[in-house]
């Protein structure tokens, strides 16, 4: 199953994991998409296999599950690390 988290997180530049039910999730969908993006966003508890996409994504190291971003395939992580300011040198 991680080998479907990981084609599916490097398929598109940017791609969210979430639930259609999560405000979280849908926070971070606005903010992304008012920043210009255009994610690819895996509903899972809309698709076959969701809790099993879900129950990867925990062993990555998502932790809630969603949402999970990722960036050019790599995990950014969820709405805490999305919405952290980022630290730049003095």
Avoid: Y
């Amino acid at each position: 199953m991680e080998d479907l988290v990981a084609k599916m997180s490097s398929e598109k530049p940017v791609v969210i994991f979430s639930k259609s039910s999560c405000c979280m999730c849908h926070t971070i969908k606005t903010l992304l998409c008012d920043f210009g993006a255009n994610p690819t966003v895996h509903e899972l508890d809309e698709i076959p296999r969701g809790k099993e996409i879900e129950q990867a994504l925990v062993r990555r190291g998502c932790n809630p599950a969603v949402p999970a971003v990722f960036i050019g395939g790599q995990l950014v992580g969820g709405a805490n690390e999305v919405m952290s300011p980022i630290s730049v040198g003095p």
